[in-house]
């Protein structure tokens, strides 16, 4: 690209450069009103969107401290943490406890004979088959890539055995590496077995014990020369080393010994007389004897070991515990589990079993979890401080410096503000004047800043003495005239009032039904001919239910029965149906309520019960949806909760619970009045959301208009600067010409002077004429 031109009136002596730019610079200070404006503007959408971060974690801690679930919490202590602990998983009742930990849960180890050697000596060829419990047994071949010991334990590892395998090396100077099979699952009922059909080779051996051949220590005389053989079949229940040492000297059937069975602490000498050495073996204990060959002297102290070994290294257990205290008189229950894991013997409550104590008794407390509450509070009043200073901070005027804010007077930061203070200051109409504002529980507004201080004292207060009074506090909760009648949710939609909703109910909502025909008469037997049926409740049928072959004398019998067979039926998992026996005929009722509640006949079975039953000419009623009015608003019913509904004027997303039956239903008059109450949490989280809303919320709608303007005089400045660039350009090109136009002139000027210099002189060519 070329470079720019300047110039400087070569010919007029003028600097048309410093003309042109003194002309721009004028032009520019107005780009740079408007630049500064944009920087202005941008700096306002920083602060705006700062402003909506700040409002939405406020609205977050809000919405936490809005829901009564966060007040019905719990927590689980335990008063011996190292013998087990205790979560809540579920909706735990407060209460105290008493577990005693007999035993924990074991997975069952077994460990083969022992091998010189993991990677030299052959297991044969074949295949290996493993089972653990009832499962599925997993078959692994075998052949020469993988027929060690080494290659045996990677190949149960890489299958889905279900077992984990590994060596260990026990020390022995014979044969000290074993295979350890180790279940992947604990319990009692989760045995190893392991079958080998191998050839060719030594096979593990996981099934008998083992008596492993006699180890000579290497300290013993040179005296014998013979050789210490173990015989015999062991008959002892756990791993143990024999052994030997010479008390007297001599040949073998002369020298006596004496043996242990703990390391050499303590030894059985035959009452000092010692045992007599012998070819033919010489029997210590639990089926283990010691022969030695008759070559050599043995002397005083040589010692020989023999190594026992059991092939379970651990059993399968289940975890036994036990739930209640027998002081005073109690009857403790007992409880087994096929894991340490133990969850609802305490309902909503999960125990983590560490250590068995059988003679500890565990105290677990369930209690509200005051802490998780008081920290949400913490967390609220930090997140509205937060906010409170910022505005602050945006809204000041410093009148030692003269500085104000950014936003200073700015009409949505002083109505957030505002609205603010009103909320976190004000009184909850509706609650008792005990608990109806912040300050009840320790919260208070400093008045110079709006902030609020907390109290810990007293707020632990408040939650030690009145937890559901904090809950409703902050919550939103609600009173009703009619039990029946209960506030279950409520949108932004919903204009709540102090003097509530009238519910006027013209329908209950109803169960579906089956009802059979009468029958014949009592007893009833059922063979495996007839016992069998087939039910679909709310649309899921049921499997195949088999009652029990037998006769049944009354018809509360039957009805029992096949309660049993549908509450035991995992086809209908979430599904509920209760039976009954009422005026000489089966009636089947489905817990759930409304349109979507039936009872029907499912596909007739092999062995149908359905004729002996009374079922064939069953009657099927599907249950009924709530109708009702709210405030006199058309309202939805779906199955026992009528909502109010799109669009009306107050009770618009309201929905409540309706559990009057039929007969309670007033036709006459309203069946009740509820009215909702919302707290502090409730009412600020729908502020937030009214601000922070990310298509129309007030912050959201002034962030997009500065966003906008920003973009507007982004475009005015690339506008005005490429305006004033092209004025630049033709500014030069208009002095260049005109400098060359002077330039011209010039040069004309000097040819016609020289011209008119070189034309005679008046007064000389008046001379000549004279002359």
Do not use: C, W
Not at 745 to 758: C, D, M, P, R, Y
């Amino acid at each position: 690209m070329a470079a720019s031109i300047t110039f400087s009136g070569i010919y007029t002596g003028i600097d048309f450069q410093a003309i042109v730019d003194t002309l721009i610079s004028v032009e520019q200070r107005r780009i740079d009103l408007v630049t500064a404006k944009q920087a202005e503007e941008t700096a306002k959408l920083t602060t705006i969107q700062s402003l909506s971060g700040l409002l939405l974690s406020l609205r977050t801690s809000a919405s936490t401290l809005s829901k009564q679930s966060s007040f019905q919490t719990r927590s689980a202590s335990t008063s011996h943490e190292s013998i087990l602990s205790a979560s809540v998983t579920g909706n735990a009742a407060p209460g105290t406890h008493y577990i005693t930990v007999n035993q924990l849960a074991q997975a069952h180890q077994v460990a083969s004979q022992g091998f010189a050697n993991t990677d030299t000596t052959s297991i044969g060829v074949g295949t290996v088959s493993i089972r653990v419990g009832s499962g599925a047994t997993t078959t692994i071949s075998i052949d020469a890539a993988n027929n060690t010991l080494a290659g045996l334990r990677d190949a149960i590892n890489n299958s889905d055995a279900g077992v984990m395998a590994t060596i260990i090396n026990d020390g022995s100077a014979s044969n000290p590496y074993r295979l350890l099979l180790t279940s992947k699952l604990t319990g009692g009922a989760n045995t190893i077995d392991a079958t080998f059909d191998l050839t060719g080779g030594t096979a593990p051996d996981f099934a008998n014990k083992n008596i492993d051949t006699v180890e000579v220590e290497p300290t013993n005389s040179s005296s014998y020369t013979g050789t210490a053989t173990s015989l015999g079949t062991y008959t002892g229940n756990a791993n143990q080393t024999f052994l030997v040492e010479i008390m007297s000297a001599g040949a073998t059937g002369v020298a006596t010994f004496r043996y242990s069975t703990d390391g050499g602490l303590t030894f059985n000498d035959n009452g000092g007389a010692g045992f007599l050495t012998s070819t033919g073996g010489t029997a210590l204990e639990d089926g283990v004897s010691i022969a030695f060959s008759d070559s050599g002297t043995l002397s005083v102290g040589d010692r020989f070991s023999i190594d026992t070994f059991v092939p379970t290294i651990q059993v399968a257990q289940d975890a036994s515990i036990t739930l209640g205290m027998s002081s005073g008189g109690g009857a403790p229950i007992s409880i087994k589990s096929a894991t340490n894991t133990v969850a609802n013997v305490i309902p909503g409550v999960t125990l983590n079993l560490l250590e068995a104590a059988p003679s500890t008794t565990v105290r677990i407390t369930v209690d509200n979890d005051r802490d998780a509450v008081r920290t949400a509070v913490e967390g609220f009043v930090e997140s509205y401080n937060q906010v409170i200073d910022f505005l602050n901070e945006q809204l000041r005027y410093d009148t030692v410096t003269e500085q104000a804010g950014l936003l200073i007077g700015d009409s949505l930061l002083v109505s957030v503000q505002n609205d603010l203070r009103r909320l976190a200051t004000g009184i909850i109409p509706g609650l008792p004047s005990t608990m109806n504002r912040l300050a009840a529980i320790g919260v208070t507004s400093v008045p110079e800043t709006g902030s609020l201080v907390l109290d810990s004292a007293k707020l632990e207060e408040a939650l030690s003495s009145n937890l559901a009074g904090v809950a409703n506090l902050f919550s939103t909760s609600s009173t009703t005239t009619n039990p029946d009648i209960t506030y279950v949710a409520s949108t932004q939609k919903t204009i709540i009032t102090d003097s509530g909703f009238t519910v006027d109910v013209t329908r209950a909502a109803t169960n579906g039904t089956l009802e059979g025909g009468i029958l014949g008469g009592f007893p009833v037997t059922l063979t495996s001919s007839n016992n069998q049926l087939r039910l679909k409740v709310d649309g899921k049928e049921s499997s195949i239910l088999t009652l029990a072959a037998r006769t049944y004398s009354t018809g509360d019998d039957l009805a029992a029965e096949i309660q049993a067979q549908l509450n035991a039926d995992s086809a209908l998992a979430g599904k509920h149906v209760s039976v009954g026996f009422t005026g000489g005929r089966l009636v089947f009722t489905s817990s759930s309520y409304g349109s979507s509640s039936s009872v029907q006949l499912g596909t007739n079975p092999e062995n149908s019960a359905f004729e002996i039953l009374g079922l064939t000419s069953a009657v099927a009623t599907a249950g009924l949806d709530v109708a009702g009015t709210i405030n006199g608003e058309a309202a939805t019913g779906k199955g026992q909760i009528l909502t109010g509904k799109v669009g009306n004027a107050t009770t618009d997303g309201l929905s409540l619970l309706i559990t009057v039956t039929p007969s309670e239903v007033n036709l006459t008059e309203p069946e009740g009045i509820v009215t909702v109450i919302e707290g502090i949490g409730t009412r600020l989280s729908e502020q937030l959301a009214f601000l922070t809303d990310p298509i129309d919320g007030r912050v959201t709608t002034r962030s997009n208009t500065l966003t906008r303007k920003i973009d507007d005089l982004e475009a005015d400045i690339d506008r005005m600067g490429k305006r004033l660039e092209e004025k630049r350009i033709t500014l030069t090109e208009q002095y260049a010409r005109l400098e060359a136009a002077l330039a011209s002139l010039t040069s004309e000027g000097e040819i016609l002077v020289q011209q008119l210099a070189n034309l005679p002189r008046i007064d000389t060519l008046t001379r000549r004429d004279n002359d």
